[in-house]
C-alpha cells in the first residue's frame, strides 16, 4: 500500500498497525523518530524493538499542546510557560523520573517540523511515544531504507519534505521551580 497520509485506507492501516501495539518511523526535525502509541503496548514494543534498557525512558511527542496536555498533568505551571513561549519547537519538557518502568515517560516535545506534524494530525490520539530510530547504544539510522533494513517489520514514513539534521532538542528538567537543562540544544530556555 502507498504511503500517503491525505489517503483514507492508508491512515487506517496505520492506525489499526499502532492500535495493535506495532512501531513505526518518521522523519523529524534532528533525526530519523521510532514511535508507538504511548500506552504500555507500544512503549514495550519500542523498548523491544530498540533493545533499550528498561531504565531509559521515551518521550511523547505530538502535533499540538492541547494532545499533549493530558500527558502534562504533574508538571509545574513553570513548564506550560516555557511550552508557551517555545512549542512548537526544540525543547523537551520533563519532571524527575524514578524507577524502571517503560511506561514512565521522561519529557514531552511539540516539535515545529510540519511533516510530523502532518502525521500526528492523523494519528488517533495524535501523540506518539518515541525514540531515535536505532538499535540502543547504536548511532541514529539515517536513511528510510536503513531504518527497513534494520526493523523490517514496522511501518517508515518517509515524508521529509523538510530539511532534517538540526541540533538536538534542548532537555529540560522541572522540579517545581527549578529547570535543570539535562541537555543543552537549540533552544536556551533560561
Not at 19 to 35: E, M, N, Q, S
Not at 52 to 81: C, G, V, W
Not at 109 to 120: E, G, N, S, T
Not at 137 to 166: C, H, Q, S, W
Amino acid at each position: 500500500m502507498k504511503q500517503n497520509l491525505n489517503d483514507y485506507e492508508f491512515i487506517k492501516c496505520l492506525n489499526n498497525h499502532l492500535k495493535a501495539g506495532g512501531v513505526i518511523a518518521f522523519p523529524t526535525d534532528t533525526v530519523w523518530g521510532l514511535g508507538a502509541l504511548p500506552t504500555r503496548e507500544g512503549a514495550d514494543a519500542l523498548f523491544q524493538i530498540k533493545q533499550r534498557p528498561h531504565e531509559k525512558h521515551l518521550i511523547i511527542m505530538s502535533d499540538s499542546t492541547e494532545h499533549i496536555r493530558p500527558y502534562m498533568q504533574n508538571y509545574p505551571a513553570a513548564a506550560f510557560d516555557l511550552a508557551k513561549k517555545y512549542w512548537p519547537g526544540a525543547l523537551t519538557l520533563g519532571t524527575p523520573v524514578s524507577g524502571a518502568d517503560t511506561f514512565i515517560f521522561g519529557g514531552v516535545r511539540v516539535p515545529a517540523y510540519r511533516p510530523f506534524q502532518d502525521l500526528c494530525r492523523v494519528i488517533d490520539g495524535h501523540c506518539l511515544a518515541t525514540s531515535s530510530a536505532n538499535i540502543s547504544g547504536m548511532p541514529p539510522l539515517g536513511t528510510a531504507d536503513e531504518i527497513r533494513k534494520t526493523f523490517p517489520n514496522i511501518i517508515v514514513i518517509d515524508n521529509a519534505y523538510e530539511p532534517m539534521g538540526g541540533r538536538p532538542s534542548t532537555v529540560a528538567i522541572l522540579d517545581g521551580n527549578k529547570i535543570t537543562i539535562a541537555r543543552q540544544g537549540a533552544v536556551k530556555p533560561v
